[in-house]
């Protein structure tokens, strides 16, 4: 398969998850804004898992569906992708969740200076380490689940966008209230970049790639099949 069909399924997939991820806290936004109850929390945890699985189900058999730099980067430290493969794959996920900033702010005007655009921020009180901490142990649990259900080849075929999504809705709703639980430096740049809303912006990079590295190591180490072994 030509390499540019990858790129630009991880472009659309990113843009997808980040417009509805992020959207969906845009939209909580107006709604409370007009007067309604919002989505809330729970609300907005399950369009960003369901979001997850749509986009697993649809561009997998293209690019493995990474759509998140986190698990790009866990990839080639755990040398199942090669370096120039996966800084494309990671410069089409930053373009793919920038697009998607940018058409959220073109969209939802009134959600850049507020909510700015879904981004995430650390809840009031809660330290830079606990924010760091937060999304270290929710990427992980994600891209665990990941090597778990749509890497190993001895897992049953089929179920892993719903595995995966599952981890994703539970993580947001756990992580919301303390780091924002996006799991994805993708997930938070791009909101960020149209916002201008870059404080503690580290966090959700730092976080999620160092969860990822540690979630390969650890299935590579305790779980997964070893080469030449039937």
Same mark, same amino acid.
């Not at 845009?26 to 409370?32: E, G």
């Not at 090669?82 to 959600?111: C, H, R, V, W």
């Not at 879904?118 to 665990?144: D, K, Q, Y």
């Not at 639980?181 to 160092?210: C, D, E, K």
């Given at each position: 398969?030509? =390499?540019?069909?990858?790129?630009?399924?991880?472009?659309?997939?990113?843009?997808?998850?980040?417009?509805?991820?992020?959207? *969906?806290?845009?939209?909580?936004?107006?709604?409370r804004q007009a007067g309604g109850q919002g989505l809330g929390?729970?609300?907005?945890?399950?369009? $960003?898992?369901?979001?997850?699985?749509?986009?697993?189900?649809? %561009? *997998?058999? &293209? *690019?493995?569906?990474?759509?998140?730099?986190?698990?790009?980067?866990?990839?080639?430290?755990?040398?199942?992708? +090669?370096?120039?493969?996966?800084?494309?794959?990671?410069?089409?996920?930053? @373009? #793919?969740?920038?697009?998607?900033?940018?058409?959220?702010?073109?969209?939802?005007?009134?959600? @850049?200076? %507020? &909510?700015?655009?879904?981004?995430?921020? /650390?809840?009031?009180?809660? *330290?830079? @380490?606990?924010? !760091?901490?937060? +999304?270290?142990?929710?990427?992980?649990l994600l891209i665990f689940t990941i090597y778990g259900t749509? !890497?190993?080849?001895? =897992?049953?075929?089929?179920?892993?966008?719903?595995?995966?999504?599952?981890?994703?809705? $539970?993580?947001?709703?756990?992580?919301?209230?303390?780091?924002?639980?996006?799991?994805?430096?993708?997930? &938070? $740049?791009?909101?960020? /970049?149209?916002?201008?809303?870059?404080?503690?912006?580290?966090?959700?990079?730092?976080?999620?790639?160092? #969860?990822?590295?540690?979630? #390969?190591?650890?299935?590579?180490?305790? $779980?997964? +099949?070893?080469?030449?072994?039937?």
């Amino acid at each position: 398969m030509n =390499a540019y069909k990858k790129y630009m399924a991880e472009f659309v997939g990113t843009f997808a998850l980040v417009f509805i991820a992020a959207g *969906s806290v845009c939209a909580d936004f107006y709604l409370r804004q007009a007067g309604g109850q919002g989505l809330g929390l729970l609300g907005i945890s399950i369009a $960003f898992g369901i979001v997850v699985i749509a986009v697993i189900y649809a %561009t *997998s058999y &293209v *690019s493995g569906s990474h759509v998140n730099p986190a698990v790009t980067i866990s990839f080639w430290i755990t040398k199942r992708m +090669e370096p120039n493969t996966a800084i494309m794959y990671i410069i089409s996920q930053i @373009a #793919g969740a920038s697009l998607a900033g940018l058409a959220l702010k073109t969209l939802f005007p009134d959600a @850049a200076k %507020t &909510v700015y655009l879904g981004t995430c921020m /650390l809840a009031p009180g809660v *330290s830079i @380490a606990r924010g !760091v901490l937060m +999304e270290f142990i929710i990427t992980f649990l994600l891209i665990f689940t990941i090597y778990g259900t749509l !890497v190993d080849k001895r =897992a049953s075929p089929g179920f892993a966008g719903v595995a995966i999504g599952l981890v994703v809705l $539970f993580g947001a709703m756990i992580g919301g209230t303390i780091s924002g639980g996006a799991m994805n430096p993708a997930r &938070v $740049f791009g909101p960020a /970049l149209a916002s201008g809303q870059f404080t503690h912006h580290y966090v959700w990079w730092l976080g999620p790639i160092l #969860g990822g590295i540690a979630a #390969g190591f650890v299935y590579d180490k305790l $779980f997964a +099949e070893k080469r030449g072994k039937p």
